[in-house]
């Protein structure tokens, strides 16, 4: 957290009118609570009150539609498959960086494209792999391993559906935890791995004992930054399935948008919300350790 | 790198350094070990080989969009379809061009992603230059909140945010986008030219105000202007994330979408054509962005953001 350790600098300590530092927050504290804590509040009282006052209808309603324990099931899973293969393939990415190959900017540069991808491009990208009549089945029908070739993305098949979202959410989001364990091993000193050749530890040796543990705090806040934002996940099945492979916002935009049910909307929202709230908690605590430890 | 094969590769010859006319002392020198050698270089090929495969995984999707977008209509019916599309035409992508909604949607995304920029400087900035010079009561609430916003998926709150613009009138324009992408890359924007100004030394904002600036003339004179690079780079980052978002433009508006909310709302009744153009079309500026990007991208995401 580059940000807290910053010193506070001896600057301008003199004639300085007492609180004017206020006056530079003032906008983002004014902007963040109109536009985040008032809409949460707002949130709550939609999802729990209609016209005769205090009411659980929205969420009976919410609970009851096979749609939604769908998507929360879809939902876990897919934080489930995804980010753990994410973290290991961030962390070899990372590993064949250090090994400075050539072209290493290059590989670099197109590792890296997905971050700047929308989730809704990434769909779509792959839409042209596994649909029907798309690259893959040609592929598999011209050599002759499929008669017709296999409907990955139909809405009665859920397991290849789900592969089709999983490989999607790799591609796109594995960038990110990339970045953050490059930047992780970057700031490690390399004395230990140094010290652990000369004492003639071997390649797996010195990544597990030594790399990996400097990278622990990296390791953990892209952990828990993917799961949140894995959380949020519903564009790339969007534009893949449909509605056929429900996602917990996915249902958010549908109860809005198709439905028209803001009430339910905001409650489907607000389950999304606990549940990133809790991981978010979870993630403070722990970058909180991480900086007693360290002092 | 092994390195220890290095060191034992030059312990391999030692009759490099024999003087020559020592005659007979020669002959009995011991073969050089060539399996160190050997080995890094099997290691090199390997790494290389493992960097390719990845690559490939990276870039084979958006070449096959790519071909996609750019075959034309009867190429893209064809099953099994070959690798190179039968036929080239740019119909495909002119349908998509054309198509109701797509060039205003792309001036609305353009729009909210520079009317973003700004705002988010205007009010993030200062935030962040009083993190990074001032000690206060309440920073640390403050960046814990900041860091709490960051990782909460604000977009969801979209739905009451709608109910709340509907009222107050300004539901379904481009100025409401920009509220909610404002929003969105505030904690962002906070903590990100927090870092900036704290690498902006001290030493010469207090110069600045020994040769007679007031605070604000130092701050606008000589601490912005080394800001600016970071900042700009801040810039692009808060461009990218509003270009990128979907969910909540697509709550908030109707007639007024963004680029990615156009293309989701007529992903229904699309045929295929338009959604492979329309994905290849939103990955163009990708290309840019990163190219644009890519030295600042460890620091700002990997880094600052963490």
Redesign the interface.
Known sequence: ????A?P?????TRR?PA?S??L??A???V??LA??G???I??LI?AFTDDSGFTFAAWDRLFGDPYFLRALRNTLLLIVIVVPIQLVLAV??AL?VQ?????L?????????????????A???????F?S???L???L??WGWSGT?VPWLNYTSTGTMLLAVVIAEI?RATS?VF??????I??APKDFDEAA?VF?AN?WQRLWHVTLPQLKP?LQ?AL??RT?LA??A??VA??LT?RDFPLL?GE??QW??NLQN?AV??AA?LV??AL??A???F??RT?RQRDTEAA | MNDTGGASVRAGRPGAGVPPGTGPMTTTLPPIDRAPLRRRRRRTIAVQAACVVVSLFMVVPMVLIGLAAVSSPEALLEFPKPLIPSGFSAGTLMAFIEATGTIPALGNSLLVGIYTVVLSLLVGAPAGYALARRAFRGKDAYQVFMLLARALPIVVLSVPLATMFLNSGVYDTVFSVTLLHTTLAMPTTVLISASIFVSVPADVEEAARVFGCSRFEAARRVVFPLALPGLAASSIFTFVLSWNEILGAAVITLGHRTLPAQVLASLGEAPQAYRFAGGFALILPALVFILVMRRYLVNMWGTTLR
Do not use: C
Request: glycine share 6%.
């Open positions: 957290m580059a940000v807290t910053a506070a600098p001896p600057v301008a300085r609180g530092h206020w530079l927050l906008p983002s504290i902007f963040m536009l985040f008032w809409p949460v707002q949130a939609s070899a990415m064949l090994a400075r190959p050539k072209f900017s290059g590989h670099f540069y197109l590792w890296t494209i997905p971050l700047a991808v929308s989730e809704l491009a769909g779509l990208v792959w839409l042209s792999v649909d009549r798309g690259y089945n040609s592929l029908v011209s070739g591609w990110l970045v953050i364990v490059v930047a992780g970057q700031m050749q003639g390649a990296s806040v828990i930054l949140i959380l949020q519903f564009a969007q534009a449909g916002v958010t935009y809005y948008v803001p909307a905001s929202a999304v919300l990133s709230l991981t978010a908690l993630y403070l970058m």
